[in-house]
Each structure stands twice: as C-alpha cells, then as structure tokens.
C-alpha cells in the first residue's frame, strides 16, 4: 500500500488491504495458470509435430497459403483496392480518435452528474461502465 491513502478510515484501509490481497492473489494464480497454458500448448504442439499425416497436409496448406498471398498481392496493387486501403486506414483512425474523446466525455459526465447511466438519442438507457487491467511497470 502507497503513502498516497494516509487519510483513510480504518474501514477503508482494511477494505483496501483486502483488494490488495485479492489482487495479489488473483495475479499469482494468473501466473499459474499462463505457465499451466503455455506447458500444455507445447505439449500440442509437440503432438502436432511428430504426426506426419499433420505435417504432411500442414505444408500443402503453407503453399496454398502463398500462392493466395501473392494473388492478393496482385489485386492490391489495384487503383481501387489502394485508394480504398487508405480509407479504410483513415476509418480506422477516426474511430480509434472517437473511442478516445468519447471515454472523456462519459468519465466527465460521471463525475459530474454523479452517476454512471445515461440515456440516449434512442430513449434506451446506457451504462457506463470502465475496464481496468494490471500492466507491470517499467
């Protein structure tokens, strides 16, 4: 726990000394289970590499697989196909750029209305809702 929470109630640091042990705990079996994942992925994997039926049909897909490659490669050198790349790239950017403002607009309206709801142009009634995630620090 940080230096940061010293105005808290007893109740609030033990509730936070709870989550904080719920979190730490969820993180090791996290751990547990990706090392449990990746040792049994390996393990297909291996299966996968000693059957020579797999393998067999594996390397006839990896060729279709360049040979669709260069065929798309072919179509996209099209006029159209780049001109339509472009605005599928700005498209994209645009809509990354509205998810951005539009996850400012619903925390300021939370806290300033003070509640996680609102309701829409439609009359249907919307929950605003935040996903958090645990990232290691540099």
Do not use: H, W
Not at 52 to 59: D, G, I, N
Not at 79 to 104: F, G, N, P, W, Y
Not at 106 to 125: K, M
């Amino acid at each position: 726990m940080s230096n940061e929470n010293q105005n808290l109630n007893p109740n609030q640091v033990a509730n936070l000394l709870n989550i904080e042990s719920l979190i730490n705990a969820s993180t090791a079996r996290f751990d547990t289970l990706n090392k449990e994942y990746q040792d049994q992925k390996s393990q297909l994997d291996s299966i996968f590499e000693s059957d020579v039926e797999y393998q067999e049909v594996a390397q006839e897909a990896q060729k279709q697989s360049k040979l669709k490659t260069i065929a798309k490669q072919k179509v996209m050198v099209r006029s159209e196909c780049t001109q339509l790349v472009e605005k599928i790239k700005d498209a994209q950017i645009q809509i990354r750029e509205l998810k951005t403002a539009m996850s400012d607009y619903l925390a300021q309206y939370v806290v300033l209305s003070g509640t996680n709801q609102i309701e829409g142009p439609d009359g249907v009634l919307r929950q605003i809702i935040y996903s958090a995630k645990l990232v290691k620090t540099k």
